[in-house]
Structure formats: structure tokens, C-alpha cells
């Protein structure tokens, strides 16, 4: 059975860079996966992506040997176990603010006793390269659960969603978190309490054994980050990139035509 190298890595302490998949387009995923990302996040929680698409993208992405997570829409054990049975090797959970909500998504992601998963389907089997029997023996060690926080009340509770076992980073998400505090949704914000979020979430990660993370615009930024010992880092997204590329060479092409 293949095993999950972004698991590794963020238990080894480093950084596993990724992107945000909000296309439908199997292909693009393909391409998108040869550019060298640790992992691709398939979003179902903002992107019209239904589960045939979601499975088809995930297949995708693992062929050309990156890492297919899902991010689902909510935390409840049929998105949980959707994903995980279309062959994702993680799972990105939103708006986890209490510790209840983090055991929630630990359990709908592991099998008995750990957790409640149900056992079937062939497309988990079949993504890590294995039969039935050893991915239901082993899926447990293998699969990242990544609990994001996006709002002021997980910030409260962050030592205690630390202390869940079984989840792997914990990812703050800026637009949200700062809403929730009632801040211009910026990725790249000044607000002092933005700041102080993040040091909480890395103390906390750090006292208790997780991946801090944080989902950014830019390389630059991802670089500045991990340099402060941030690890599970989502750089932009694809549209969101697609577009600020484009931009740019329309911009140089205009510029230089005048």
C-alpha cells in the first residue's frame, strides 16, 4: 500500500505546499499536478463540483503522483466518507471551532474502533494501490485530516481542538476568521488580532504536536510564513492564479504594443 508522503512530512516538521483545485476539468488537475505541489485540494466546499467530478479529479491528480485531498462543503460524516470513497488521501474540514467539532471529523474519517467510518467502496483501495483488506487495516495511519479554522471561536478553543487525537494541521483561514471578527476579509491583512491568531494557532499546534497552517496568495508570502514555522501552506488557488497570470501578460503585452 502507497503511503502519504504530506503525512510525513508535516510529522517530520516540514512544510507540504498545496493549492486549491476549484476547476471541474479533469485535464487541467492533470497539468496542475505536474507542477511539483505536495498536495491538490479538490474544494467542494465553494467550487460547483459534484461527487462523479470529485472522484474523477482525484484520480487525476493522484495519477501523476501528487497528493488528492478534498475539501469537503461541512463536516458531517456523509461529506467525510464521500470523499475518503472517492479516493482522496485527506480531507480538508471546514469551520472547525470546537473540540466536539474536531472529533466529529476525526471520527466520520476513521475506521472502527478509532472512529465510524463505514467500510466499502473501491476507490480508496484503489488510489493507495492496495486491496480491500490492507486499506481498511491501514487507512487509519494514512489519511490527513486537516481541521481549518476559520472563525474567532476556534481561535478560543485552539488548545483544545489541538488536543484531538487524530487531527493532523490545524489551517487558519484569513478571509473568514477575520469576518468573523468583524475585519475586511483579506488574505493579507494588518489587523493586529489576525496576528495574534496566527501565534495562538502555532503555539498551540507546537505545544501539542500539529501542523500549524495557512492559506496565502503568493510564494512569497508561503516562503515568509514558513520561515515562521507554518507547515501546511495552501498557495492561492487555480482560478485565482490563472487569472493573475493572465492579467500579467495582458498587462506586458498592452504596455509594450504601446
Not at 169 to 197: M, Q, R
Amino acid at each position: 500500500m502507497k503511503t502519504n508522503p504530506v503525512k510525513r512530512l508535516l510529522r517530520d516538521g516540514k512544510p507540504a505546499i498545496g493549492i486549491w483545485l476549484s476547476t471541474r476539468d479533469a485535464t487541467l488537475a492533470e497539468h496542475v499536478a505536474t507542477v511539483g505541489f505536495d498536495w491538490i485540494a479538490v474544494d467542494m466546499g465553494h467550487a460547483a463540483i459534484d461527487w462523479r467530478e470529485a472522484a474523477d479529479l482525484v484520480r487525476a491528480i493522484g495519477g501523476q503522483g501528487c497528493v488528492p485531498l478534498v475539501r469537503v462543503a461541512w463536516n458531517s460524516a456523509e461529506n467525510l466518507q464521500r470523499a475518503l470513497d472517492a479516493g482522496a488521501w485527506g480531507v480538508g474540514v471546514p469551520m472547525v471551532c470546537t473540540p466536539d467539532e474536531a472529533e466529529s471529523a476525526v471520527a466520520g474519517t476513521k475506521y472502527p474502533p478509532v472512529g465510524r467510518r463505514s467500510l466499502g467502496g473501491e476507490r480508496g483501495p484503489l488510489s493507495f494501490g492496495t486491496d480491500a483488506a490492507l486499506y481498511f487495516e491501514r487507512a487509519n495511519e494514512e489519511v490527513v485530516i486537516v481541521a481549518q479554522i476559520e472563525h474567532a471561536e476556534a481561535i478560543r478553543n485552539i488548545e483544545k481542538i489541538c488536543q484531538v487525537a487524530g487531527v493532523d494541521a490545524c489551517v487558519v483561514g484569513p478571509t473568514d476568521f477575520l469576518a468573523s471578527i468583524g475585519k475586511p476579509p483579506l488574505h493579507e491583512s494588518k489587523e493586529p488580532a489576525y496576528e495574534e491568531a496566527l501565534q495562538a494557532v502555532m503555539a498551540a499546534c507546537r505545544q501539542f504536536g500539529v501542523a500549524p497552517g495557512l492559506h496565502v496568495l503568493t510564494g512569497t508570502t508561503a516562503a515568509r510564513r514558513i520561515a515562521q514555522g507554518f507547515q501546511f501552506i495552501a498557495v492561492s488557488g487555480d482560478v485565482r492564479m490563472l487569472l493573475a497570470i493572465a492579467k500579467e501578460h495582458l498587462q506586458r503585452a498592452r504596455g509594450g504594443a504601446e
